[in-house]
């Protein structure tokens, strides 16, 4: 692959972004960074069509992108958009300061994202499984019926009905309350394993087997604060997005079949995924994306976009990084200049 090639593909790339019709040697040929004539840049992009980087819709049509294209185009040859001063104050205000609660600060931010980009904003939020328990409360509602209230350092609020065999005396409701208190009160969320409640059930079944449920409905409820929070918002974006096939929209926003999967195995900084490419991603002709936020050092979820393989990458890329890097620094407090700081995955 030669640099003129290279060049080609970069230009058919942005032709196809900015006009989404087949593009042609003519009007690359009339670009000011293309100096060779209308038959060499046939030959180079029937070469490219060789090469599985371009592809021909119709005979007579011109040419555009595949996933493969778009894949070295993202990788090697594309120059992202840097983000006006002005533009960044911009999303600031949209996205809350540092003392926004975290979920509404990832919530703004998914809001500014489907906003600016018209496409869908996706988030996995794991920012409960840092947090710490600070309160569990059991609260008798009805005759054997127990309400299993637990709440974290975070905001986050899980509660779970539990009925027993028989109605608990005052001094066992304390009893159970006050080993609660004792065993999890300040515990990380993510240190709670199946072994701690199995423990857990162990001793207080020594003092009354009835009991055991409940723990079992506190175990229950840690396991969903451990679990990412996955939410798809803007889905109707998609619908009206001629490049995608609806059904397919309408099962991925449905079931958000594979997402999950995509997420996780995605790396620091922008990560950036296709349907075509992955069998995970339900939506054929898609791109996803993504970068990660941080959180003490560690990472507390994913924020990105879904949207067709014809997006504005150069534009939409630096929107995603700015975010999570903004989300990263409030979270941990900072009141250093989001202007100032590192990339994604670098140390300040």
Known sequence: MDDRKLKILAAVVDEYVRTGEPVGSKSI????????SSATIRNDMAALEQMGYLEQPHTSAGRVPTFKGYRLYIDELMTPHDLPDEEKRRLDEMLGDKDTPEELLVQ???????????????????VPRFSVISKVEVIPTGKRLYVILLITSNGSIKNKACRLEFDLSHEQLDFFTHYIEENLSGVSVDELSEDVFDKMVAAVSAYMVSLSPLVKGICELSENLRQEELT??????????????????????????????LLETAFSGIQVKFGAENDSLAIGN???IVSKYRKGGKEAGSLGII?????DYKKIIPYVEYLTQKISYLMDGSDDDIINAPPNGQEP
């Open 29 to 36: 040929s009339k670009l000011e960074n293309i100096n060779v």
């Open 232 to 261: 798809v918002s803007g889905g109707e974006k998609l619908l009206s997005c001629e490049d995608l096939d609806k059904m397919e929209v309408v099962r991925f926003i449905e079931h958000k079949d594979g997402l999950s999967e």
């Open 108 to 126: 703004n931010a998914a809001t500014a994202l489907t906003e600016i980009t018209q496409c869908a904003a996706v988030v996995s939020n794991a």
């Open 307 to 311: 949207g067709p393989m014809r997006v």
């Open 286 to 288: 898609s791109s996803l």
